[in-house]
């Protein structure tokens, strides 16, 4: 009960915060560090990785890092498309 | 555990020693594929992520065509839903058929009130023209790329949406399953993995939601 | 996961009934028990066939190629035709055949055996996966009938969302079979982790089993990517959704990202389980326990995890950023420590052992002779500078055909020789066995070598015709691949020959530990009649034989807890 509290006070804040206008890179860092808290929330508690057994939280934590090898990887090419490489 | 073998019922398979390996077993499995699913939804992200990297100006003009309040709204009926399985589980965990079934009936209605919701949005942004892809004719966003954010958008959206549905076909079973009483306080595997498969379903909207409506 | 609280089992030997009257093979009757059957070993089996049917398939068009590439000319295909077969032949080959081919056929038969399970966790999901992938290929070969495809295995934008080719059939096709890959890897993971036997550590499985653990951790983290993107290219040629095709403001590097970040583990799907099998082999036939264990064990784990990171190497000159060429060429690199490390403790097992030179040895020598060719030729093609110049060329073709088919398909044999008397009862002829061994090997070579040397010249791969200059080197590589089908052709006779008229199996042929040869050939339904439990290593040549039948005294289920 206590944990749905808390995740419908972050979904206000999370609207909230569009209204106060964050400045650029920073709003969406707030939004999505927003649901990177509601999802853990969820996980810990509603799917109870909180008592789970290690190799459960292992497999959540995993596909979180493989998410991000995938993300930060194609970034490499798309954000440097057009720049040389910055050494030379 | 040996008293728990003379209860044995039919639901376990000759191959397991026991209950506790059939039930770490099946939720392992279960997690696993929570991995897949999410890997799968992680390539949208990623589509996502880079357009959004090279077109911000797109997905702030595009964001403001999305409603969200409605989004807002969808969020909190979400997550009343994970709570409602949550409390499902418990009661049957507890023997307590009646009120699990009414947590599991409750979650079912609210994922039906997400669809409905998702169906006024949708039918909204089809009335404007606002289609995926090839099929866009709307006029009211300056902006050349506009058609790719609502194919991300409908993608993203569609691909949850086509979740909620499965997640509702397996409540309903799970309901039939309370009912018939052959699930209960000492075999709820199938409840156990139908609540985790709608937390997941919880949880990328919680990502969703952000990222698409609220863009300022 | 294992058991914790203190208790004491009582264990003894139980022999091995030679020749059972019931075993899995006659255990039920008829075509419906073999469709609709839950047991592991007659999936592996069902699998087993099947890709022996694409194989078949896909080595008639490669066949066709060869006899098309004799003269500089067009000969027999048309260009059109030629692109639709070397599509099917790639298509066919990587999602019909050697995907599933080493985990699906014999992982499935053997991983429940080596670790003294009766199946796998989730027998039901087995069967799932193995209709799956039936209805996918159906898919696939609906595609083919109905206009083929043309766009190379890979599939890349834009090409594949204009050409009129059936394409949404045939990435439909491969996007079923991807849950089928997945549905294995989640059975093997949670097999391998809450179904071993007492005494079954981690450190006395079998190699086998590591690399397929390996190769399942990679089936369910790649296989969802490529079920997005070819769900985005669907869409794409469907709705025209315009994140990859160009014309619509989408881009398509992207969808070369997205699809190497599957292929490219996948390519690891289809070697690392070669290793399992090879690090068996050269244990077993030169009796002698394997030289660092856990270092093949943990790099097969190593190559699973930085095969995701170097998938570019395959975009060097597709115009994705410099810098993230130099970065994937760097990480390129690093595949090859954990695969070096694998070789030389290959050898060095090897080293004083008392090598015994059956076929199923032959053919881990022959791997180990053409994977090494193969990987070294792959450490080079990662040199961006070498790449640029050989990118999309015979040599690259080379490359990765003595990686997937003097790698993979080689220790494939190798498996299928190894554990043909124990999946069918039955043993081969060890002469027509060796000849065959041999027959493929130089068959082989003569048919690949030529093509290192006429890409480092500059043949372009993909092509129906080419330069005069190049005919000699071309022929010579027909000629090979001929003799190759021949190969195959004669195996497919003794093997076929050895179910009817070979003699009777005996339990263990080969003398090897570990567990699936301490039952009867061929294994009864539930393939042990008591619980194992494991005492000693699985490569322990040392210790007596009797002492890895053991099994708990007391059948009943009180024995624990």
């Known amino acids: 009960m206590a944990v749905a509290g808390a995740l419908l006070v972050l979904t206000f804040l999370t609207v909230a915060v569009t209204w106060i206008q964050i400045p650029e890179p920073f709003n969406v860092i707030v939004a999505v560090g927003i649901a990177a808290i509601k999802a853990s929330l969820v996980a810990l508690f509603f799917m109870n990785l909180v008592r789970d057994s290690l190799l459960n939280r292992l497999a959540f934590v995993l596909s979180f890092l493989f998410l991000a090898i995938f993300v930060v990887i194609t970034l490499l090419d798309t954000l440097f498309r057009d720049s040389g490489f910055p050494v030379f | 555990m040996s008293t728990s073998n003379h209860h044995t019922d039919d639901h376990l398979q000759h191959h397991f020693k026991d209950e506790d390996q059939q039930f770490e077993s099946s939720k392992l499995g279960m997690w696993i594929f929570l991995v897949t699913e999410m890997l799968m939804f992680g390539g949208l992200f ?88 090839g099929h866009y004719s709307y006029e009211g966003i ?23 549905l499965l997640g509702m076909g397996l409540i309903g079973w799970m309901i039939i399953k309370v009912r018939k009483r052959s699930v209960h306080s000492r075999y709820f595997t199938p409840v156990e993995n139908t609540g985790l498969f709608w937390h997941l379903v919880d949880i990328i909207w919680i990502f969703l939601f952000p990222l698409l409506y609220l863009i300022d | 996961m294992a058991e914790t609280s203190k208790q004491t089992i009582s264990i003894r030997e139980y022999p091995v009934d030679e020749h059972p009257d019931k075993n899995y093979l006659n255990h039920d009757k008829g075509i419906l028990s073999w469709l609709i059957t839950l047991d592991h070993k007659r999936i592996g089996l069902l699998y087993l066939g099947s890709i022996t049917f694409f194989f078949f398939l896909g080595g008639v068009l490669a066949l066709l190629l060869r006899t098309e590439l004799l003269t500089p000319a067009q000969s027999i295909l048309d260009a059109d035709t030629y692109n639709q077969i070397f599509t099917l032949h790639g298509a066919i080959m990587i999602f019909l055949f050697i995907i599933p081919s080493i985990p699906a056929a014999l992982g499935n038969f053997f991983l429940p055996m080596m670790i003294g399970a009766k199946d796998v966790a989730f027998p039901r999901l087995n069967l799932a996966s193995f209709w799956i992938y039936v209805a996918g290929a159906l898919f696939a070969l609906f595609s083919i009938v109905t206009g083929a495809v043309d766009t190379g295995w890979t599939f890349y934008t834009p090409y594949s969302t204009e050409t009129g080719t059936a394409v949404v059939s045939m990435t439909l096709g491969v996007f079923i079979m991807g849950f089928s890959s997945i549905l294995t890897g989640i059975n093997f993971i949670v097999t391998l982790h809450k179904l071993r036997s007492p005494g079954q550590a981690w450190g006395k499985m079998p190699l086998f089993l590591w690399s397929l653990y390996a190769t399942a951790i990679i089936q369910i983290l790649a296989t969802p990517v490529l079920a997005i993107t070819l769900l985005l290219l669907i869409m794409e040629r469907v709705l025209g959704v315009g994140i990859f095709d160009p014309a619509l403001g989408g881009d398509p590097i992207l969808y070369q990202h997205f699809f190497w970040f599957y292929s490219h583990p996948a390519v690891y799907i289809m070697i690392v389980p070669a290793f399992g099998i090879i690090s068996e082999l050269i244990s077993v036939f030169s009796r002698k326990t394997i030289f660092g264990y856990w270092a093949i064990a943990l790099s097969s784990l190593a190559i699973a995890f930085i095969g995701f990171l ?102 494939l044999l190798g498996g299928i020789h190894y554990w043909w008397p124990k999946m069918t009862g039955r043993m081969y002829n060890e002469v027509w066995g060796k000849i065959t061994c041999a027959v493929i090997f130089f068959s082989f070579n003569m048919t690949f070598l030529p093509q290192f040397v006429m890409g480092s010249q500059g043949m372009p791969r993909r092509y129906f015709n080419y330069l005069e200059e190049f005919q000699g080197l071309h022929q010579f590589s027909t000629i090979g691949s001929y003799i190759l089908g021949l190969g195959f052709v004669m195996m497919a006779l003794y093997l076929a020959y050895s179910l009817f008229r070979g003699p009777k199996a005996p339990p263990n042929p080969w003398g090897a530990r570990s567990l699936e040869w301490m039952t009867s050939s061929p294994p009864t339904h539930h393939n042990f009649e008591y619980t194992p439990v494991i005492l000693h290593g699985p490569y322990d040549h040392h210790q007596p034989e009797h002492e890895f039948r053991m099994g708990l005294v007391s059948e009943s289920k009180e024995t624990h807890g």
Request: aromatic share 16%; proline share 2%; charged share 10%.
């Open chain 2, 142 to 164: 300056s902006h050349e790329m506009a058609a790719n954010f609502f194919s991300i958008y409908y993608l993203m959206t569609g691909l949850h949406g086509i979740h909620v």
């Open chain 3, 310 to 411: 170097v998938w570019g190497h395959h975009m060097f000159v597709s115009g994705q950023s410099e810098l993230s060429s130099v970065v994937f060429s760097f990480l390129t690199f690093f595949v090859g420590v954990p695969t070096g490390i694998k070789i030389f403790n290959w050898v060095a097992t090897l080293y004083k052992g008392s090598i015994d030179l059956k076929t199923p040895m032959l053919y881990a020598l022959a791997f180990l002779f053409l994977f090494t060719i193969g990987g070294l030729t792959g450490i080079m093609i990662g040199a961006l500078s070498v790449n640029v110049h050989l990118h999309d060329t015979y040599y690259i073709v080379a490359h990765f055909h003595y990686v997937m088919m003097g790698g993979t398909v080689i220790a």
């Open chain 2, 46 to 133: 990623v589509a996502y992520i880079i357009y959004r990297a090279w077109h911000p100006d797109l997905f702030y003009l595009a964001a403001q065509e999305l409603d969200a309040g409605l989004g807002a709204l969808n969020t909190v009926v979400l997550i009343a839903s994970s709570l409602t399985i949550a409390l499902a589980i418990r009661s049957l965990q507890l023997d307590e058929f009646k009120k699990s079934i009414q947590y599991l009936s409750a979650t079912l209605v609210l994922a039906a009130t997400f669809l409905v919701i998702k169906y006024i949005e949708y039918t909204d942004k089809f009335a404007k023209g606002i289609l995926p892809g």
